[in-house]
């Protein structure tokens, strides 16, 4: 991971104004610890945070126990203000409570706070041994529509039908998102993935999008690939990938492959980009109910996710510092947590890291 | 790949009548070499399929110069008649030529023939080294409906949408398939893969069919497994999976994933099945016209697709003969083609196929 890697953002008012500040004010930010083991991991972020003296004060908020009317989930309205007036967040998992009548957590997050690219830096990490080397990948997922538009129906008894929606509004937006951030990043090369082939009208208006942006970017080389092909590539040789854009659910899909490659979602970071510059850094794995308060998860994709937050606040020596104990700590490999196949504890992790800063 | 892995059919009557008459009768079967290296493979299955004595006689069919009426795509409707007389085809790669007003090869064959089913077998090939060691995995797709439903209009200017329809029919007939081929052939559990977290409608009514039809086979273990989390598992230990059953788009993508795994598509075999028991193999790789008639193909997957054709027909000795051959001259190395390293002639490596019989 590069330093400019996890640095989802592009220069917004937001930012430039934070980093103005960031040397004599204190920076609030919203903290969703999330469910299962997310206490534990956020508690790492904090404690870390703190040993490198990040001026962040944490404005923690918890899912609710019923459903807010105003956001019709178990998200409250005061914590969905809470990421607005302060512009960034950090997340950690969260289960959606099983029931009707509401919607999930990360949806509601997505559509509520108009986050609509999600970016998702994978690269190998030093010293952690997988079947790949030398991946470093950037995914960037359009995140509000697609095949996420909950438009479903049955037509008639036994025949149901799902809506993809496509527009070019939000095709542009994530594909203007994706050449800034090769741009700006030293990248040298833009994948849209696409089912043009089948899809022809809604994958063809995200392509047709992204070929307008890539005009402007006579700089970055621009490639289509089709989204069977690409998956075999990833497999075969990821190193022909850099940036990577595509519609929402083979976002979800190549992310997901892409985390594999370097050992899974609890080592790779992601960012949510939103209208504004809102920026909600996440660890996307699951909450792992079943070791849950047991000092035993590894609080990495939330760390990485919280230096993706920094950067994108302009916090870059604090990010730099920060990224370096982590990757040392785990390079060293002897406070691995059982993940990674050691025996290190929550809090053995953390406390390597801190002394690594 | 053991011997069962390569039948992709249930008894069906057709094949039953097919083995009754195999010891002494001629079989027709319908070729379509297709384009690009389509030829020169498909010359190397009838040279291996004549050195093997196999009781085949070939009925060639090209695709055509201009649009079929009847079909509306460049397949003449007498091919698909051979087919649908004959049973059985075995189909190289074809490229859909360029132009408005008719239909994809492919989707062409898989509608008008009414192949439900894509079986695709993944298994590591013994002696030829890739990342992953001891593959052994069978997709089964549903081959069409879903996304590949062709429904697509523009809602208003900017914005587009695509229709995907899943049926109680059509989902039903590939679990079926599944679990039915699972139980014939050794295989213990059947995953279905889905994004029903998301696409409650269509992708839960897949998921319902296949408990469905799981129920009636209570000795085959059944799971559930979300697509993005397939891939990423995929790609950290295949041997999590056996046989995996899905809808027809994550079925496009994770088959070429999966292939990807063991070299890719030039040594990966597919079969599709129809109503009534016909059975098209292909290879589904390109048609690589860069390469087409130098002599340099790989007719690995046409060979492999071959063999899972007579399988279909009960010819299992022959099937053995023939994959034995081809499994040992890609295992000794020293008649490799261009792509997996080697600098043999396709006319090399078929040669030494036939000496190996
Ligand atoms: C939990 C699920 C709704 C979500 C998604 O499909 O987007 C997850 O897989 C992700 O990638 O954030
Ligand atoms: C060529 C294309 C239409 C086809 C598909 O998408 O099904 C191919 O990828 C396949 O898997 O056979």
Redesign the interface.
């Known amino acids: 991971l590069s330093r400019s890697d996890l640095n989802p953002n592009h220069t917004s008012p937001l930012s430039l104004a934070r980093a103005f500040c960031s040397a004599t004010a204190t920076i609030r930010a919203t903290l969703f610890p999330g469910d299962g083991i997310g206490p534990e991991i956020a508690e790492s972020v904090k404690q870390v945070f703190q040993a490198a003296d990040v001026p962040i004060e944490w404005e923690e908020h918890y899912v609710g126990d019923q459903i807010d009317p105003r956001t019709q989930s178990f998200l409250t309205w005061e914590s969905l203000e809470s990421v607005r007036r302060n512009g960034v967040g950090l997340k950690g998992p969260m289960a959606t409570p099983i029931g009707k009548g509401h919607r ?1 957590l990360n949806l509601t997050l997505r559509k509520e706070l108009n986050l609509y690219a999600n970016v998702r830096p994978c690269s190998s990490l030093p010293g952690y041994k ?3 080397d030398n991946v470093n990948l950037i995914t960037i997922r359009e995140n509000t529509e697609g ?2 538009s909950g438009l ?4 008639v ?13 939000a095709s542009l937006r994530v594909a203007e998102y994706a050449f800034h951030y090769a741009k700006t990043h030293g990248r040298e090369r833009v994948s849209a993935i696409h ?1 043009a ?6 994958d ?2 995200f392509l047709k999008c992204c070929r307008e942006v890539a005009e402007k970017y006579p700089e970055i080389t621009y490639e289509e690939v089709v ?3 690409c ?6 040789n990821p190193a022909l990938f850099d940036v990577l854009v595509m519609p929402n ?1 083979y976002g ?6 892409c ?3 370097v ?3 609890g080592l790779t970071p992601s960012c949510n980009i939103g209208e504004g510059g809102i920026a909600l850094a996440e660890a996307v794995h699951g909450s792992a109910p079943d070791i849950a308060g047991k000092n035993l998860a590894n609080p990495t994709a939330l760390l990485l996710s919280a230096v993706s937050m920094l950067r994108h606040l302009n916090l870059h020596d604090k990010a730099d510092r920060i990224q370096n104990a982590i990757l040392k700590t785990i390079a060293e490999g002897n406070h691995r947590t059982a993940d990674l196949g050691g025996s290190a504890t929550t809090t053995d992790f953390t406390n390597a890291i801190c002394d690594h800063l």
Chains 1, 2 share one sequence.
Do not use: F, W
């Open positions: 999930s997988t079947r790949y095949e996420y479903e129906h049955q037509v008894r036994g025949v149901v039908e799902s809506l993809k929606i496509i527009t070019r509004q089912k082939n089948i899809m022809q009208k809604t063809g208006l989204i069977d092909n998956c075999m590539m990833l497999v075969k659910l979800d899909i190549i992310s997901d492959l985390a594999g490659l050992g899974g979602l």
